[in-house]
Every structure is written in C-alpha cells, then in structure tokens.
C-alpha cells in the first residue's frame, strides 16, 4: 500500500530564509507525487506534480520539489520564504493510471518577520 | 459560477440525524472526490465516483453513502450522524487519468460539519 510520511508537523522559518518541507513516500511502483497547499478556511491547491520526466519540479509561487527515488523523498523547497507563504502544505502521492491520492498528515509553515 | 462549490460550508447537527452534503462542479470533470480532514490524519478519502452512476470506496467509507445521478453533482449522506463524523469535508474533481499522466485534483473550499 503506498503511504507518505511528511517530517515535522510545524516547520518555522523567518521571513527571507529558505524553506525546506520534507516527504517521504512508499510505493511499489513508480508514483505521481504532489505537493499541495491549504490556505485558511480554504481548499487545497495545487503547487506542482511530478509524473515522468525532470525529476525537479517548478511550481507556483517560486516552489519547486525534487523527486529522488533512491532516497524515495520528494521534498519541497523555495529560496526565499514569504509571509504570504504561511499555510499548511500537503504531500501526496498516487499509483500510476489511478485517480486516488493519498496524503501526508501535512506540515504547517509559520513564517516570522 | 464556475469551478467546484459545496453547500453547506457549515453545518451543526446531532448525533442521531441524517445530514447530507452537497457538491457541485461546473467543469463536466467525470471523476469526484469526497475526503475528510482530521488533526494527524491528514485527508482521507472517504468514496469518489468516476462517472455518474458509478461509485467506489476509499479509505473510510463507513457511515457514509454517495450517489451521482448527474456528472456534476456528488452528494455525501450521514445516514446516522456520529461524534466521530466531525470533520472537514473536501469534495473535489478531475479529469479521468490520460494515458501516463494523472490529471490534477480541483478541490472546493470544504464544509466543516459538528456532531454534538
């Protein structure tokens, strides 16, 4: 069964610093992963996905991931945090030809001036 | 409006009673999503539905019965409310997966249902 494993419930970083949200995956194929945010009081929204090809991923809002399968990780990063970045973010990951995603138990970014 | 609406966004109810939420898309995306989000859990996928007329389970279908009779609408039913039942609810959409690639989750803004 695939599952994802994302390090740290809380992750805070000062405003300007980089930002380096980790995911860990388990699947027996080769899997699509994602990377989603969650803004307050809102749906989640889709930042970037890995499905074949480059394995480092841009996204939106100057995020990019990379996916490692030697290490199964695909972690998320951005050079330069923003306040505007506070929110929780959510890794997942899905089985190739499948629709079903299955989530981390996410990871709040807090951002401080 | 366009995009993936769920009514309504908040709802207090009693254990015991029947309460259903709605979800309603306008993009004509086949496949439908319901999750729930709970504190450590993340989302989990409660039953998602790839056509109108065809539904299946996800992780934690108990308590809970969908149907879709029409492709845009995907309700989620409580027949018996429980305490357990609270939760953020997350319907969402997509496209069917095409060829290699999974196409992207469309989610809406949640409902946050109390069962007291």
């Known amino acids: 069964a695939q599952s994802v494993t994302q390090l740290g419930s809380h992750v805070s970083v000062s405003e300007g610093a980089l930002v380096l949200l980790r995911c860990n995956y388990s699947s027996s194929v080769p899997p699509y992963l994602f990377w989603y945010v969650q803004y307050p009081n809102q749906g989640l929204q889709l930042l970037l996905k890995y499905t074949t090809g480059a394995t480092l991923v841009k996204g939106i809002n100057g995020f990019e991931a990379e996916f490692k399968k030697s290490e199964t990780s695909f972690h998320l990063t951005k050079p330069s945090a923003h306040m505007s970045d506070a929110a929780e973010y959510f890794c997942a990951v899905s089985d190739r030809g499948f629709q079903k995603l299955v989530f981390g138990t996410g990871t709040r970014l807090l951002v401080s001036p | 409006d366009a995009g993936i609406t769920q009514s309504p966004r908040y709802k207090i109810t009693e254990t015991g009673r029947q309460v259903t939420l709605m979800c309603h898309q306008t993009w004509s995306h086949s496949y439908m999503f319901w999750y729930r989000q709970d504190l450590g859990h993340g989302l989990r996928l409660i039953y998602y539905s790839a056509a109108a007329d065809i539904t299946d389970k996800g992780e934690v279908p108990d308590g809970y019965v969908v149907s879709r009779s029409k492709t845009e609408n995907f309700p989620l039913t409580l027949e018996s409310a429980t305490r357990s039942q609270t939760s953020v609810y997350f319907c969402?959409?997509?496209?069917?997966?095409?060829?290699?690639?999974?196409?992207?989750?469309?989610f809406g803004p949640g409902t946050r249902l109390l069962v007291l």
């Open positions: 969402a959409s997509s496209e069917p997966p095409s060829g290699r690639f999974q196409e992207t989750q469309y």
